[in-house]
């Protein structure tokens, strides 16, 4: 079971005047749980870029300097400059606001589906169920990535269909989750409680069973989200996604790529950045779902 | 004669995060050849620590801290794992607390049973195979052959229990470690298991250490008692001398809460038959597929009375509980309430009477939203059966809440508590608190007490017995447990297989049983001796 309540009787409340002064609890709180802040610094760091990417880079990202072009990481331009002269840095940045966007603009498409469908099956049950969980399986037996590659081809391509098509692959296990949440609350007792106390059948839904079933949602939405991240990338990648000039991570990959014998950093920054996220997110969602076990 | 085993100044202690916290503190006491000796505490007290330590099977993060164990001439807290292995099973086994989770689900019964043999024996393949089958035999299965195949999610909880007992006395062993052998079950299947092991140790002359919560158990199967404390041997003595004449004021305290022992079970006023009936209950039927969980039912509780159902599991006391409350809706038949045709409602349109109707649920904790606090479980009630718009402001109810929690006995202070940070006592105040907060006037009791301790459980009937009093309740109490059934009822129901046998006022069926089912569940209560007072 994957909830965020702590089962475990609570432990005695120190003494007044020994608590440790804030920067040694910090301290304490940093070495418990070290790798996990560095990955909340991590997506705190490129949701900054995304919002305010001004605040970051001085470059235009999409300034064109032929002169200055496949330049080298250096102090003026932290990570080179690319075949058209642009800050490579500055296009990383603003890379943010397309790639993190369209993740979560998947990851809703996902979340809003799936939640519903989910507790349609798992409160009513019956012919609703079998009719809405044979089309999950359905949707789960292709693979993933080819579905939304044919998806993007009956929407267009661009950002905003990409995320959509990678929302609409990733409803099918978000209402898996859901369903099997639901379900649980459903035949619990503490809602027969709350129906023997008289309480409706749309109190129930809103004020036990879907803030029950909030938990382990949460824990899946960051892990899908690091998923959208690099399935956008790679849509985009293939030219599916992100259009020229709008810079986006698997874009600026896939613009490198001519290039990786001799200017590396071309790929190899845009490429880390990602690594990063994903594994930054998928390090929070394992935090999230694993309180339990611990 | 010598001791088989003795235990001396025996202390054992847990690490925890705050450090190393002593739960057993300096336990003595002498078990000797053939005799049995019973342990007794509620949850907490240590009790099964101390059996664990025995054995030698104490979790990773707990420890002997002081005192020794004499094994016959060997000392067993000195014991290295290789020691150890040669004791257990051999000369000490274990009789496991919760038979569900203590058989492997993917081997066979007898397989597991064999182990016990392969370990310490030297029999070749079949003659452990023959002793596995007498050994079933011996534990009272009839079909050897087959059983020694099955699996043990094939097996009820008696019989898996069985096995259990099989593999403990598999090499004849001096002393076993019974540890809450019949909790989670049956009456009628304790007292199967029960006599099983009085007869092995007749038998054979092995020693028992039965750890157990329930006195009446401690009382008829036992030589000497213990009687544990907070860690700690209160008091520890021939089973008849502690029981007559307890010296120690936690043992006569546990004794006064025993069911039968209750002060106020001796005091019923008769409920007069001209009283208006509130629930009326004909012909009920209720089917699940094609398994009738409860088979042409009939019965009336009258205003004010306390109308037991008592059965085993699977007797369908629960379905009727359902039904009562509109959870379930009746496969035919007809029930009324306060009048009320309630036969065809769903759930919604039952609505309305949930004013008049509420429940109380085995198991408090389970019927608490995990994200509410004992305020939000209270309220619930309020809020949902209001008339009208919702009041404004934060905790628009909180008089009213307070107002139930006191009277069960909970101080105010309560509302803004968690139920994970109470105890199991506590948490029923709060679940009693929220049924009778819209003041109903049916109160529906699914076994209120069966997973309290017995001086917890003592005061929470006391409790229910007020609250009737001073609100006029009418209870339909679901239970299993028969003594509590009797300290409690006006009247009286039994179950069985879906029907209802027997019923009657409580001392009727009690001192009169008409039907041989019933005398059989009267015979399987345990610690008939406890009873003083009641003829």
Known sequence: MTTLVDARPAPAPAPAGTRPAAPVRALRLLRRHGVLVVALAVVALVLAWAVLPGAFTGHDPIAVDPAGKLAPPSAEHWFGTDQLGRDLYSRVVHGARASLSGAAVAVAVGVVLGALLGALAGWFGGLLDSVIGRGVDVLLSIPGFLFAITIVVLLGFGIVQAAVAVGLTLTATFTRLVRAEVLKARTSTYVEAATTSGASTFDILRRHVLPNSLASTLALVTVQFGIAIIWIASLSFLGLGAQPPEPE???????????????????LWPGLTIVAVVLATNHISRHLSGRDDT | MTALLAVEGLTVGYRTRQGLAAVVHDVSFEVEPGQVLAIVGESGSGKSTTGHAVLGLLPGNGQVLGGRIRFRDQVLTELGPRGWRDVRGRAVSLIPQDPAVSLDPVRRVGHQVEDVLRLHTDLDARARRERVHELFDLVGFTDVE??????????????????????????????????????????????????????????????????????????????RIGVMQDGRLVEHGPTADVIADPQHAYT???????????????????????????????????????????????FAVRRGETFSIVGESGSGKSTTARVLTGLTRATSGRVSILGADVTDLGRRAFR??????????????????????VYQVVEEPLRSLREGPRPRGRRPYRDQVVAALEAAALPADFVDRHPRELSGGQRQRVAIARALVIEPKVVVLDEP????????????????????????????????????????????????????????????????PQTGYTVQLLDAIAGRDLTVGVP
């Open chain 1, 249 to 267: 991570w698997g874009r600026l990959v896939a613009e490198g790529r001519s290039y990786i014998a001799t200017r590396g950093w071309l790929t």
């Open chain 2, 146 to 223: 087959r059983h020694y195949a099955q699996y043990p999610g094939e097996l009820s909880g008696g019989m898996r229990q069985r096995v259990l007992i099989a593999s403990a006395i598999a090499v004849e062993p001096d002393l076993i470690i019974a540890d809450e052998p019949t909790s989670g079950l049956d009456a009628t299947v304790q007292k199967q298991v029960l006599d099983l092991i009085d007869d092995l140790r007749v038998r054979s002359g092995t020693s028992v250490v039965l750890v157990t919560h329930d006195l009446g158990v401690a009382a008829d199967r036992s030589d």
């Open chain 2, 252 to 298: 006569r305290r546990l004794l006064d809460s025993v069911p039968s022992r209750l002060a106020f079970a001796r005091e019923r006023v008769e409920v007069p038959a001209d009283r208006e009936v509130v629930v009326e209950v004909a012909d009920l039927r209720k089917v699940y597929g094609d398994v009738p969980a409860v088979d042409g039912t009939s």
């Open chain 2, 352 to 373: 309305p009477l949930r004013k008049d109707v509420q429940i109380v649920y085995q198991n408090p904790y389970a019927s608490f939203d995990p994200r509410f606090d």
């Open chain 2, 449 to 512: 007490i069966s997973a309290l301790d017995v001086s917890v459980a003592a005061q929470i009937l006391e409790l229910l017995r007020r609250l009737q009093a001073e609100r006029d309740l009418t209870y339909v109490f679901i239970s299993h447990d028969l003594a509590v059934v009797r300290a409690i009822s006006d009247r009286v129901a039994v179950m069985r297989h879906g029907r209802i046998v027997e019923q009657g006022p409580v001392e009727q069926v009690f001192t009169a």
